[in-house]
């Protein structure tokens, strides 16, 4: 009896091991596949716009600083100190609203970005389970985020989902 159950315990085993390395195990370089999508380059193409209008507004109010600090030195000499006080309040109240522009501007690109970047990614992680559900894979892993891998053992499936994407 103890010989039968001895047996039974050593087959489980093995036929428990044995299932554990049948398994499917991918890669895939998501970041390669995102950017090589239409959608990406069309958002950073949006994304580069808004940047570019957000650095010329900063622009301007930084001519009509440079202006206003220009005015102050060549006056200073002749102000009086309540004109003084004023125009260097002025100069200060510029600097300020200079500041928080471009922080506000910095937060309104970040946030834009992340509004065009999340469907993007939704959509190549979608085709990536995809393709890994009909390739039954059963673990997919970042290419960059490996220390070592066998590439006999490990499929990228990269090209699959560029495929599944439409990305040539």
Do not use: H, W
């Amino acid at each position: 009896m103890k010989k039968v159950l001895k047996l039974t315990l050593a087959v489980v085993c093995v036929m428990f091991s044995t299932s554990l390395f049948a398994q499917k195990i991918g890669r895939i370089n998501s970041q390669d596949v995102v950017v090589n999508m239409t959608e990406f380059k069309e958002a950073q193409t949006q994304i580069e716009a808004l940047a570019k209008d957000l650095q010329a507004q900063a622009e301007t109010i930084q001519v009509e600083m440079n202006n206003k600090l220009q005015e102050y030195q060549k006056g200073a000499e002749t102000m009086t100190d309540a004109v003084r006080q004023l125009k260097e309040k002025e100069l200060n109240d510029l600097n300020t609203r200079l500041q928080e522009f471009n922080q506000v501007a910095q937060q309104e690109l970040q946030k834009k970005e992340q509004e065009l970047m999340e469907p993007i990614i939704k959509k190549a992680n979608e085709a990536i389970s995809e393709v890994a559900k009909a390739g039954g894979y059963t673990v997919i892993m970042e290419s960059g985020s490996m220390v070592y891998f066998d590439e006999a053992n490990v499929k990228d499936i990269s090209p699959e989902v560029k495929a599944k994407l439409g990305i040539k």
